[in-house]
């Protein structure tokens, strides 16, 4: 649903996979398999919120999207990307993989806003769970007050500040 400029996106109970993604001046949600696409348009959206409520969720969103874009993965074993082409940008961006073991992806991005990824409270069985953050080719240009957190769930959260350039991570 779309209002006032926010876009939120729900998942379910159950496996969502869905596809955020920019298409020249809108925003295409589709809900995969079956392929059910909503269109909104990109310059009435100032930020995007997606939950994915519970189960093992597979969420690609184009970074290139323009807006901020929050994301809170829920419980299961969640499969988050944010990938780009190099053709745009988000304003921010924020990630929570909340329990369970989860990917998170984020590549060829450049973020003009605040980021802040969290893996969540995950478990440490190492053959039942994937726990991992990639960061490949994104850049993060930070103002004079930026600041880059990223947390993945068994240690305090990693901060900083300044230019976080080409396969920074």
Known sequence: TESAGVLTITGTSYQDNLDVRRNGANIEVTENPGGRTRTFVASAITEVNIDLAADNDDLFVDADLGPVVSIQAGS??????????????????????????????????????????????????????????????????????????????????????????????
Not at 130 to 141: A, I, K
Request: hydrophobic share 35%; aromatic share 4%.
């Open 76 to 169: 299961g074993q969640d499969m988050v990307e944010v990938i780009g082409s190099g053709a745009g940008s988000l304003a921010g961006l924020s990630i929570d993989g909340g329990a369970g073991n989860d990917m998170i992806l984020v590549e060829t991005a450049t973020i003009t806003g605040g980021i802040s990824v969290d893996g969540g409270e995950d478990t440490t069985d190492v053959n039942t769970g994937f726990e991992r953050q990639t960061f490949d080719n994104w850049q993060r240009v930070l103002g004079t007050s930026g600041q880059l957190i990223i947390d993945d769930g068994s240690t305090a959260p990693v901060g900083g500040t300044g230019v976080a350039g080409a396969n920074a991570g």
